[in-house]
């Protein structure tokens, strides 16, 4: 045996980007990389993110959905490139090198991640550029398309160690199927849980709207904790336990500030202060200013309305858009934020539903019947229902008037009781 | 010394254990029973829009089934496929046509599940998978049917009240064109999968 003289030079501590594209174009990384992009340009194109209200919340929300599908697949491979290195006894030779184990796992890490994260941007920049970008963008948006990436990473580490630990060929598809259930299944949860759901399939922003930054700040820091720990306590030494203990305190912090924040995943952006305001005869309505094209159909609608319920019940002369606080603060909310509509007829719905008189008794049936019945009646009269209804008969004034009031008066009880 | 019955089953039953006949066969029996007894219809994401829409679980008991497939076209040894003087391309191609009538018949067991549809959606995905098999061996072949599952289900009906065309396998409504093309890439997958064996599984 010749001993090799100590050249003096360091052994490498990264990866290099020679290495990481070689590790990138063999085996499975190669194979759900390339199954991944056509997959991506798919779906990318398949979305019709025009039926969102202008601006990159949308877009940039369904680009982290994709994440739903990439980031369990990208486990997958990962656990089968890491078994199959352990299978051939490559991860055996490995520990004889400068790196070790951590560092063939790194490298299967960032090439299967590396290709998982490019299809992911890929679906996204596909859907955001057929979008209409014309609204408004805000940093919180800008965490989507980044929690999806971190999920990918993440969703890598977990299959790379997986695939360290068994060898089994089974483990890669079970892996992958038992992550995309779990996330497909707790997209449909509600209430605290729907805070664990890494997308947000359901949820649409309007103009007023953005994603929930703190809670997808939150969900973030819990996936690159949990694939940390997970990294950490599949190495050895001191080291391990150590951050195996920080991990599991980090993770321990999240979850507690994922109980603690609002499950909902949409916020109001950052009002203008003070709000733009548009007046039209004796009304005014204070927007976002992305909606100021649309006010003068919508004062129309409020025009109507409020001209057919004025009579009957005290309306308020000044409204307000969701989330706009200031100049008018305690004015009704006028909901327009999310109808694309040019013509009145599109803003009636939302104009009755700031006039009439809001029930504190909905679950009192007689309350309700009164509601609807005033609902259908509005609708029917600014031209916006179906005229031929039994719900609103043909009436003389004077009768009309008693039937109004009659379902005023039921409103009115329920408010007073 | 083994008497004659058991002598003369142990041949098949060895060769049957090689080609992970054992565990197919759970695969298939445990999607039969998730046909039967599982859900009938799984929700699909409402992605930009407000409509309800949801796949009979049929359709997506094709991915259990390549996976079955998968397990259940192993080779004992590369090597014995690539020197044998026997025609093998003829015995693997019988035996993932075996392993697709099972799945067949598997997923078709669901109430309400009629032929074609099964035969749509094992074919797509069983194909697909045979085809990645044949390129880059059994080991990563599971990855083609399982994104394609897996983004159809995501995506797959994103927009609109009906389901995109690259998802077809799903559509409960199957059309002839729709099986007719789950055929033909099954057939296509099984053929280059079959001709595959005087190459051996390098991957593997």
């Known amino acids: ?417 | 010394v083994p008497d004659p019955l058991k002598r003369r089953l142990l041949l098949p039953w060895t060769l049957v254990r090689g080609w992970g006949g054992p565990e197919a066969a759970l695969i298939l029996l445990a999607v039969g029973v998730l046909a039967r007894l599982g859900p009938r219809r799984v929700p699909l994401l409402s992605v930009f829009t407000a409509a309800d829409l949801s796949v009979p679980t049929a359709g997506l008991l094709g991915l259990l089934c390549a996976l079955g497939v998968l397990a259940g076209t192993r080779e004992p040894s590369d090597t014995l496929t690539v020197t044998s003087p026997r025609p093998v391309p003829a015995l693997r191609a019988a035996r993932v046509l075996l392993l697709a009538a099972g799945s067949v018949a598997a997923v078709a067991a669901g109430p309400g599940t009629t032929v074609a549809a099964a035969v749509t959606t094992v074919g797509a995905l069983t194909g697909e998978q045979l085809l990645l098999a044949a390129l880059v061996g059994r080991s990563f072949s599971w990855v083609a049917p399982m994104t394609h599952a897996l983004a159809a289900i995501t995506l797959g009906a994103t927009s609109r009240g009906d389901i995109a065309i690259w998802a077809w396998f799903l559509d409960s409504h199957t059309s002839a064109v729709g099986t007719a093309a789950s055929v033909l890439v099954f057939l296509t997958g099984t053929s280059t999968w079959a001709a595959r064996s005087r190459t051996g599984d390098s991957a593997d």
């Open chain 1, 1 to 417: 045996v010749t001993a090799v003289p100590p050249t003096g030079a360091r052994p490498a501590r990264g990866v290099s980007y020679r290495v990481w594209r070689s590790a990138a174009a063999t085996g499975a990384p190669r194979v759900g990389g390339l199954l991944l992009l056509g997959i991506a340009v798919l779906t990318g194109l398949g979305v019709d993110a025009s039926a969102g209200t202008p601006g990159w919340a949308n877009p940039l929300n369904a680009g982290l959905v994709t994440a739903l599908f990439i980031a369990p697949v990208v486990a997958g491979t990962a656990a089968a490139q890491t078994g199959f290195l352990r299978r051939h006894g490559v991860l055996g030779v490995a520990r004889t090198a400068p790196g070790g184990v951590p560092r063939t796992r790194g490298l299967v890490l960032l090439a299967t991640g590396g290709w998982g994260g490019l299809a992911l941007l890929l679906a996204t920049a596909l859907i955001v550029a057929r979008a209409d970008r014309s609204g408004p963008f805000t940093p919180e948006m800008a965490l989507l398309p980044l929690s999806g990436l971190v999920g990918v990473v993440s969703a890598s580490a977990v299959g790379t160690v997986l695939g360290g630990i068994r060898d089994s060929r089974a483990v890669a598809p079970l892996l992958t199927l038992g992550l995309f259930t779990a996330g497909y299944a707790v997209s449909f949860t509600h209430g605290r849980w729907l805070t664990l759901s890494p997308t947000f399939p359901a949820t649409f922003y309007t103009v007023a709207t953005q994603p929930h930054g703190a809670l997808v700040a939150a969900q973030m820091l819990l996936a690159a904790s949990i694939a940390a720990a997970l990294l950490t306590v599949s190495g050895s030494g001191r080291r391990r336990t150590a951050a195996t203990l920080t991990a599991v305190v980090v993770v321990a912090a999240v979850v507690g500030v994922l109980m603690r924040v609002s499950p909902a995943p949409v916020e109001f952006r950052t009002a203008p202060d003070p709000a733009p305001c548009v007046t039209s005869a004796d009304l005014s309505m204070c927007v976002w200013p992305e909606d100021l094209t649309a006010t003068r159909p919508a004062l129309a609608a409020l025009t109507t309305v409020t001209g057919q319920i004025g009579g009957y019940w005290p309306t308020a002369r000044r409204y307000r858009e969701p989330g706009i606080i200031r100049p008018a603060p305690d004015a009704p909310v006028y909901d327009v934020t999310s109808i694309s509509s040019t013509t009145a007829v599109g803003f009636v719905p939302a104009a009755i539903t700031a006039v009439l008189p809001r029930s504190r008794c909905p679950a009192d049936m007689s309350v309700r019947a009164a509601e609807n019945d005033l609902y259908v009646w509005l609708e029917a009269t600014a031209g916006a229902g179906p005229t031929d209804t039994t719900d609103t008969p043909v009436l003389s004034p004077r009768q009309r008037r008693s039937w109004v009031a009659t379902r005023l008066a039921v409103i009115d009880r329920c408010r007073t009781r």
